[in-house]
Structures are given as C-alpha cells and as structure tokens.
C-alpha cells in the first residue's frame, strides 16, 4: 500500500520490485494491485464521486449515442479529495513509481485530462473491448500507460463490469478483472492491448461503475507513426462478437508504408480544403 506521504525513492523501489510481474503478465504488459493506496484516503474520493451531480451537466463528455451510458468528470469538478488524489497519481515522485514498474523512461502527464478523469458507467452501460487512441495531439505526445483506480464497493459478480484483457492475435479473452474498491490496473497501451467491460452492467438504478482513470505519455511522437483514435473490436449491439471491419482496417494499415499513408492524409486535407504544407 502507497501513502500521498510515500517519498520519491520509496515509490521507485516498489515500483521495481513489480517489474517482473508487470512485464510477464499475459496478454500484454499490465498489473493488478490490491489495496493500492490509503482507504481512507480512496473512501473521501469514494464519496465525492457517488455525490456528483446526477444531472451530469458538469460532465466533462458523455458517450450515450451508443448506450455506453458514460459519463467523465474533471477532478476539479468532482471535488478537493479527488483533486488531491489525482495530483498525487500526477506527482514526479508517483511518476518516477510508474517508470520503474514499466520500464518506461520519460512518462509525462496530461493536465488537460483527455478521455481521464472520474468515469461513471449507469447501469446498463458497456465498454467495447477496444484499442485506445495512440496520440495526443494536443501535445503532440504518444499514450504509453493507462492506470485505472477502481472506486466500487459491496460490487456483486451479477452486476457484471469486469474489465477483459483480450489477446489481439487470437483475438480470445485471456483475463478478468473484478472492478473492486482499491484496485489499481496498469497497463501498456499498445495496438495489442485490447480492454473493454463489452457485457451491460447489470446494477441497481442507483449504482454506478465508478473509477479514476489517468493515462501517461511520452514526447516521443513520429510524424511518420500510424496515428488512430480508438478502435474498437469487440461487442455490437450488446452482443460479444468479431468486429472484422475493424481487424481488417488495422492489418491493412500495418501493411500500408508511412510514406503512404501521409500522403493519404495529406490527400484527405486538400480534400477538405485544408491547407498541407508537405506530403
């Protein structure tokens, strides 16, 4: 367990005595931690995030138009303990923790929160096993860590919500992980790291899946890299099956040369009447 007290040095030593475990976890890269910091701490976070207006009008973005039933708050919004929290998670001591966990040198943080934040998930939401986006490009930095902190308790199996690990080339899922109070999920952020919770939570009205989530980067960006948004593969229509449209967008583009596909883009933008300044 990890204290907002915990100094630089103590994080990095915790942090590279999980290495091992982190980088031989299948599918991919990730780790499950189990009371991962202060409950008392998580509890005061716990109980902004049940309080935060359910009209939603200071979410940060909503995802209904595909019944996922999402919701995301700037820490700010939630309140003082969720900010006090999500600095901590953003501090140099604690990044210095994730860079010895991972092996990833130079992590960065995102102040503007993109896609993070306090999720919340209405009962009969869903996430499709996906990929996550690959560019910031607010910032022009490459995603490289998720960390989700979970914030649900007396969290029932029958609620469903767990968070699947898939394994892309066989395209079968390899892990479950239970969204409980003080579970923290690291994971790389790859092409082959894909994760959803596909099956519609089956909560009370008035439970929601609540979790913290922050992503942390990296300013080593290529001009020349496939840039993509989230693609998703798995679940349609709340059913969990092949998404073969996406499989095969994603086998074409790691066929295509960047050379090619910049120039596709370039190609697009004059299109549109945008202006290129090179191919």
Not at 69 to 76: E, G, I, R
Not at 223 to 240: D, F, G, K, M
Not at 249 to 254: E, S, T
Request: aromatic letters at 10%; a neutral charge; one cysteine or more.
């Amino acid at each position: 367990m990890i204290s907002y007290t915990s100094d630089q040095a103590t994080l990095s030593t915790i942090g590279e005595g999980l290495n091992a475990t982190y980088t031989e976890n299948k599918p991919w890269p990730h780790i499950v931690i189990d009371d991962f910091i202060d409950p008392e701490c998580l509890e005061r976070v716990r109980e902004e995030a049940i309080a935060v207006d359910r009209a939603r009008r200071y979410a940060k973005f909503l995802d209904t138009k595909t019944t996922h039933n999402k919701f995301a708050f700037a820490p700010d919004i939630v309140g003082p303990e969720t900010s006090r929290l999500v600095n901590f998670l953003n501090s140099g001591a604690f990044v210095s923790y994730l860079e010895k966990l991972t092996g990833i040198s130079g992590l960065l943080t995102d102040p503007s929160y993109f896609g993070g934040g306090l999720h919340k998930i209405q009962a009969g939401g869903f996430l499709e096993v996906h990929a996550d986006f690959n560019h910031l490009k607010r910032y022009n930095l490459e995603r490289r860590l998720n960390l989700l902190l979970y914030l649900n308790k007396d969290w029932l199996p029958s609620y469903n919500g767990e968070l699947e690990l898939w394994d892309r080339p066989c395209m079968e899922r390899v892990a479950s992980v239970a969204p409980l109070f003080n579970r923290c999920v690291v994971f790389s952020t790859t092409k082959e790291s894909l994760h959803g919770h596909p099956t519609p939570l089956a909560t009370p009205a008035d439970v929601d899946r609540m979790s913290i989530a922050l992503y942390y980067y990296t300013n080593t960006w290529e001009p020349a890299a496939q840039e993509h948004s989230t693609l998703y593969y798995i679940s349609q229509n709340n059913r969990v099956r092949l998404r073969l449209d996406r499989i095969l967008k994603a086998f074409v583009q790691d066929l295509t040369p960047p050379i090619f596909r910049k120039s596709i883009r370039a190609i697009k933008r004059l299109a549109k009447g945008e202006k290129v300044t090179e191919v």
